[in-house]
C-alpha cells in the first residue's frame, strides 16, 4: 500500500485550465499503476483517467478525453492530471487512487489506496 495526497484543487471560470498533483509516499509508488477519479456533488463517482507504472499506457474517460491529459513524474513520485477547456460539469472532488495493476475503469481501483481528495469548481 501507498499513501496518496492530491493538492491543486480551485475555482477556476469556465474554458479555464487546471492543474492537479498527487503525490505517492514510499519507495515502491512508481511500480503502481494510478487513477483519477472524480464525484461531484448528489452523483456517482465517475472514472476521470489511469496511467501505468511507467506512463506508457493511459485510459480517460468519455467525458474528458481530449481536454484532460493524465502523466506522472516517478522522479517526484507524482501524478498529474492537466485539465483544459473546463465545463461546470468537471466540478467535483477529485481522488488519485493507486493500484499494482492498470486498468481503464473505476471498478479495478476500488481495492486500491486512496488519498482524500482536492476540490475543483467550475464556475460558469
Known amino acids: 500500500q501507498v499513501e496518496l495526497a492530491e493538492s491543486g484543487g480551485s475555482v477556476v471560470q469556465a474554458g479555464g485550465s487546471l492543474r492537479l498533483s498527487c503525490v505517492g509516499s514510499?519507495?515502491?509508488?512508481?511500480?503502481?499503476?494510478v487513477a483519477w477519479i472524480r464525484q461531484g456533488a448528489g452523483k456517482e463517482r465517475e472514472f476521470v483517467a489511469s496511467?501505468?507504472?511507467?506512463?506508457?499506457?493511459?485510459s480517460y474517460g468519455d467525458s474528458v478525453e481530449d481536454r484532460f491529459t493524465i502523466s506522472r513524474d516517478n522522479a517526484k513520485n507524482t501524478v498529474y492530471l492537466e485539465m483544459n477547456k473546463l465545463r461546470p460539469e468537471d466540478t467535483a472532488i477529485y481522488y488519485c487512487?493507486?493500484?499494482?495493476?492498470?486498468?481503464?475503469?473505476?471498478?479495478?481501483?476500488?481495492?486500491?489506496?486512496w488519498g482524500r481528495g482536492t476540490q475543483v469548481t467550475v464556475s460558469s
Open positions: 496511467i501505468n507504472w511507467s506512463g506508457g499506457l493511459t
Open positions: 514510499g519507495r515502491t509508488f512508481n511500480d503502481y499503476s
Open positions: 487512487a493507486a493500484t499494482r495493476a492498470f486498468y481503464s475503469n473505476y471498478d479495478g481501483y476500488l481495492s486500491g489506496s
